[in-house]
């Protein structure tokens, strides 16, 4: 058995295809790497390092705990949090009188999450994974043909319209929420699947700098406009400009088909943007492009025998209102890796286990992310929302080990998503409980004293 560099063992080098350089495709195949299995790496696009940013996909991401733990497994988190991370300690509320106040993420330990280049981090994990040897990268390879079970694979070249053949020990589909590798998979009995569209769609503007360079509001938050039916939404970038967002139902946004319109319609619910944005970039931007589907996929089982997995968004597409997607592909990445180490690389052991205790925690953080669309755009203007997270607060300062609110796990920790849910059930009987008894009192008088000192009296 032969000892690598890096101090881990392998019997055997695995010779591995991950499909699709995205964000989690380029991830596994450093994590592979560094297990010292080789890896080619087989990509529909061009190399994301040569093209510029693409509108109408998101261009910045919040990173939190469980990427982040991925990023420090290959040795890239303090440069990603510390270099080319924006710390958004919390959600900034903008009312429609201008008006703004915080709400801290966490007013205990004082975590952020983080505000991160989607192209950046794509192409730093493109980049780390050229420090290895063992990793070879195919650039415009569109996946056109998958026999799974014998680990073969067709790629068009986009570029010259060639066909090419690979064979395989294992296919990793790392190839988004249209996952080809995924449509093989379909075909095959007892693979179960769901899609489903919602009805709110999503597009991409834009807040520039101000004329110094500088940031037009306050960055270290994650800017929320909350308007019940509707919300949008703003990230702060490197180049203290702002990724601004705005989820709203696809029949609303077909009414906003002309300037006119469109003035008014922000004028009413948006005016305080209006001046950050400017009026001519406003009207270009939600002109140019039209706006994008949002799509949550489960499937499972995630592989077929041992010889083809699923991960990211080809095996659990979330919609993006729990800020998790990327995080939860990644968080697979690290437990396919615990797994590799657990089972000595023997693929069947692998990929059976990941799917069978991986696809619960995926359908869990799906159902977070549709619930917290809600809370975001609604929710968090109501008395009884903020009265509730100022108890979870409280409770959570008063008893850390013992009540972690659901933001914080999901967020903050790396508690499984169905335990997060789980927890939070749990909590809510306890609430329930509580409040019919004499403790009553007490909990609403240290939680109201707790929200005056952090939220303010509104
Ligand atoms: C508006 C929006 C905001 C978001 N915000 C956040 C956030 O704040 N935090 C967060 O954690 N997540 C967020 N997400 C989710 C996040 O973008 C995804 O979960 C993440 O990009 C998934 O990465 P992936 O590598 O699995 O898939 P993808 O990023 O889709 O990459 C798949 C890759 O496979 C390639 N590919 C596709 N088909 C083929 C083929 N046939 N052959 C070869 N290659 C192929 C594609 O070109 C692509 O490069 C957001 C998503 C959206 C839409």
Known sequence: MATLQNGYSKKKQLDVVV??????????????????????????????????????????????????????????????????GIPMTGRRIHRTDGSTYAIPYDANTKQSIYSVGRNYLNGLLLQESEKYENVERYFNHKLIEANLKKGS???????????????????????????AVRKAMTKRPFFDFSQKYIEHGYLELCIPPDDNGGFQM??????????????MIALPNQDCSWTVTLFMPFTKFKNLDTEEKLLAFFEKYFPDSIPLI?????????????????VAIKCRPYHVEDKALLIGDAAHAVVPFYGQGMNAGFEDCTLLDELFQKHNDSLAEILTEFSETRWEDTFAVSDLAMYNYIEMRDLVTRTSYRLRKAMDDFIFWLLPNFWVPLYNSVTFSTMPYSQCIKNREWQDKILKRTLSFAGLALVIGGAVSFKIKYYGLY
């Open 19 to 84: 499909v699709g350089a995205g964000l989690v495709g380029s991830l596994e195949a450093v994590y592979l790497a560094k297990r010292g299995h080789r890896v080619r790496l087989y990509e529909f696009r061009e190399d994301i390092r040569k093209t510029p940013t693409a509108r109408g996909r998101s261009i910045n991401l919040a990173l939190s705990v469980r990427g982040r733990r991925a990023l420090r497994d290959v040795g890239l988190e303090a440069h990603m949090v510390k270099e080319h």
């Open 218 to 231: 306050p960055p270290n938050f994650l800017h929320i406009w909350p308007r019940g039916e509707f919300m």
């Open 153 to 179: 694979l067709t790629f068009l070249k986009t570029d010259t319209n060639e066909t090419v053949h690979v064979t395989a020990d294992l296919i990793i589909g790392a190839d988004g929420a249209f996952s």
């Open 278 to 294: 400017g009026r001519k970039k406003l009207i270009e931007d939600f002109f140019a492009e039209s706006p994008s589907p949002l």
